[in-house]
């Protein structure tokens, strides 16, 4: 099953706004409200950034927002920092208790 | 705090079988299920697989179906990822990560903690 659909690279400057796409099919994004999204730093392990398309878990920043339009999902920063500059991977449920990733987005803050 | 400590670097020939372990700790082991996540250098996320600590059962992805095997040892609350007949391209990071199964029996399906990673390396 080929990865949910990601843009390569995002760039934006601090205190801009910035959105990533995931674009799925009705068989993992378009049938389930089950999309989250990860963070990771090179060297470092992924960190749980949204989960169930819109859910911000207790610590992480409110600039993170996320939503779902059919087979797409979406990853919006506002307000961004250099902190903020990682690998984004979108992830969904895809049915027959089975998950698949996204390609991943590469965010830079210039 | 809880915890996934995973196991050490390996460096395997290809063909050879490797086993990586996942210790949970700082919570019930039995309350999450534990997924197996691939990551070859500089590429994305592959999910492997999981397995339920409840009842053993464990699910794969078609990519890895015949080739990787998922446990879990309730009694030393450890996952276990074991990949056979290495090949050159299994060179990666596998991450193990949990996802909570509430109480109704129904599943989180996003990974809300993530183990350190272990690195496979495929070298002849």
């Known amino acids: 099953q080929p990865a949910l659909t990601q843009p390569a690279s995002v760039t934006g400057s601090p205190g801009q706004s910035i959105t990533i796409s995931c674009t799925g099919t009705?068989?993992?994004?378009?049938?389930?409200?089950?999309v989250s999204w990860y963070q990771q730093h090179p060297g470092k392990a992924p960190k749980l950034m949204i989960y169930e398309v819109n859910k911000r878990p207790s610590g992480v920043s409110y600039r993170f927002s996320a939503s779902k339009s059919g087979n797409t999902a979406s990853l919006t920063i506002s307000g961004l920092q250099a902190e903020d500059e990682g690998d984004y991977y979108c992830?969904?449920?895809?049915?027959?208790?089975?998950?698949?990733f996204g390609g991943g987005t590469k965010l830079t803050v210039l | 705090e809880v915890q996934l400590v995973q196991s050490g670097a390996e460096v395997k020939k290809p063909g050879v079988t490797v086993k990586i372990s996942c210790k949970v700790s700082g919570s019930t082991f039995t309350d999450d299920y534990i997924h197996w996540i691939q990551q070859a250098p500089g590429k994305g996320l592959e999910w492997m697989g999981l397995?339920?600590?409840?009842?053993?059962?464990?699910i794969y992805a078609a990519k890895f179906q015949g080739r990787v095997t998922m446990t879990a040892d309730t009694s030393t609350d450890t996952a276990y990822m074991e990949l056979t007949n290495l090949r050159y391209e299994d060179t990666a990071v596998y991450y193990c990560?949990?996802?909570?199964?509430?109480?109704?029996?129904?599943?989180?399906?996003?990974?809300?903690?993530w183990g350190r990673g272990t690195l496979v390396s495929v070298s002849s």
């Open positions: 990560a949990t996802a909570e199964v509430y109480s109704g029996g129904s599943v989180a399906w996003y990974l809300d903690l």
């Open positions: 009705t068989s993992d994004v378009g049938s389930y409200n089950l």
């Open positions: 992830c969904s449920y895809a049915g027959s208790s089975t998950v698949i």
């Open positions: 397995v339920d600590p409840e009842d053993g059962e464990a």
